[in-house]
């Protein structure tokens, strides 16, 4: 239904920071809760973090709140990942997923997902 394409990811050292983006393709960008999720080599698939329609409620992985915040800019069709004080744990490919359903935080109620980014952080 929505087209998906994350960009940003690079090889950073241990305390650095990075921006992950997520350009959506279609005219209903709006009507998506977005979420980010990651999933780092012989592990499975993590929920990172999501963000409403409107932009005005966050949700966060223990593992991330504090370090990263999720945003949108739902003009542009795209959705943002900040991370700061990364950890080489944080090492994963990173994929941007949207959805029209209401578990914002389970992989499986996800409709559609881009192809990710590689985050490798460095100690």
């Known amino acids: 239904q929505v087209q998906l394409v994350e960009s940003g990811g690079e090889l950073v050292q241990a305390g650095g920071s990075l921006r992950l983006s997520c350009k959506a393709s279609g005219r209903t960008f709006g009507s998506y809760v977005m979420g980010w999720f990651r999933q780092a080599p012989g592990k499975e698939r993590e929920f990172v973090a999501a963000i409403l329609r409107s932009g005005a409620s966050t949700f966060y992985a223990d593992s991330v709140k504090g370090r990263f915040t999720i945003s949108r800019d739902n003009a542009k069709n795209t959705v943002y990942l900040q991370m700061n004080s990364l950890k080489p744990e944080d090492t994963a490919v990173y994929y941007c997923?949207?959805?029209?359903?209401?578990?914002?935080?389970?992989?499986?109620?996800?409709?559609?997902w881009g192809q990710g980014t590689q985050v490798t952080v460095s100690a």
């Open positions: 997923a949207a959805t029209q359903g209401y578990f914002y935080t389970r992989g499986d109620s996800y409709d559609d």
